[in-house]
């Protein structure tokens, strides 16, 4: 695993803010200093990990108003784990942004200033291809991708991997995928096992071995502002999650 | 309800697309003439109904070349239903759009012309607030909102309500909300009630009474191309559909 992580699907709703608050915690939890960027306009990182979205400076006042990113990065009620918040004034930044000279570097610029204060930055972001995801592929070192296992998910791949590729090839050459992580999986469901194995052929070696299951405890855990493993250590998404950091830090997942 | 509809919650996989899908083909089995306009690049509504994504003329070239839109829609499997349908070139749409004139207005510009032809005219759109949802907003006369009953989902209403103010002052002025319909209902979800609460506080008298259940025939239908009401007719999930165009149609549910 590399420091910067963009986490990223343009399917909507496939747990990609579940993803980065709960592997940004887990992380956290094992003593590593971690920044999560929020580049949603929605805000569901910020307030999923209980900081406010009333908050006087966002990740819209570094990207279009050259506000250093340093004087917005906000820390939050978890050791080790700060946040870079969104609100809805980044709703329309991408229209901003398509004016801007070398819009697409825009993050980059300011992730690349902070990058040894942190183990790791990870980025959640919404669900499109717009600049507001292009310039969260320019900045990462790495991609990780949540996947459900249901057809509509499976049909937007490969649109996923052409941006992937488009970007590796004009703005960012050192950009890789770190991993797809099946998410929200519930076992009921009869599509899952063929979607699986046609995610495994897409991504052969990638499909991690940590998978994410459905549980109650993860959609309830946002609603008091706290990630999974505080709300419900026990709970199997609390276990999940640091089985997929170990695996991540170490290659292996615990068991 | 009225004729010209928009789909729309800039939250992702809240089930826009299985409701864009599930209402128009249960209004065409009641014998309406009804066409569904996908607006969303990943062009899922598109694939959804069996209609291959590789077609020469999408509603990108209505948008953006200026081609008819009667050139442009294809009839489905499926009798009374036709489609404009959307693919990845859909994708680069929002930033064209940016630098043309009247940009707000482009996708009314050809519904207008075509309000004769259809008793339906339903919209599915992306999960973000840029200019492909703001098109249809303004082309539309009515807009129904799928909400799961989630914590993240009920965070993104106001954000919501504000698109739909904001376009009935300045570009749509007989703009209304034809209703919220309760998607993906899983009632052993915790949460489901209280958010369910929380959500008809909010849109008081606009909660239709039809709520569509979680599903696993519903989830399975598209990878075949087909609505659930063919795929799957004596499902939960085909008669909830079949329900909710009663009561769009009536004023009642059926029973
Ligand atoms: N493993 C899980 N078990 C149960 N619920 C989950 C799980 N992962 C995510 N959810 C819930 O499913 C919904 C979608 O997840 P989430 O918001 O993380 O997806 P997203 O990809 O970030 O969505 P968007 O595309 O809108 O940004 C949320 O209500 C979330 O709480
Ligand atoms: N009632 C249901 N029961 C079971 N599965 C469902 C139901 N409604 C939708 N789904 C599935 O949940 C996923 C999300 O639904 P859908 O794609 O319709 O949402 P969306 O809001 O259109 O997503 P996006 O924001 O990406 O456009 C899809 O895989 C779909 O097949
Ligand atoms: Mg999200
Ligand atoms: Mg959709």
Redesign the pocket.
Known sequence: IQKVIVIANQ???VGKTTLSINLSAALALQGKRVLLIDLDPQGNSTSGLGVSKKVEKTVYHVLIQGVPITDCIIPTAYPNLSVLPANMNLAGASIELAGMNFREYILKKSVDQIRDSYDFILMDTP?SVGLLSVNAFVAADQILIPM?C????LEGLSQLVTVYESIRGFANPKLEILGVVLSMVDYRMNLTEAVAAEIKTHFAGKVLATIIPKSVRMAEAPSFGQPVMIYAPDSKGAVAFQELANELLTGYPAV
């Open positions: 399917k909507g709703g669900p459900q249901e057809f509509f998910a």
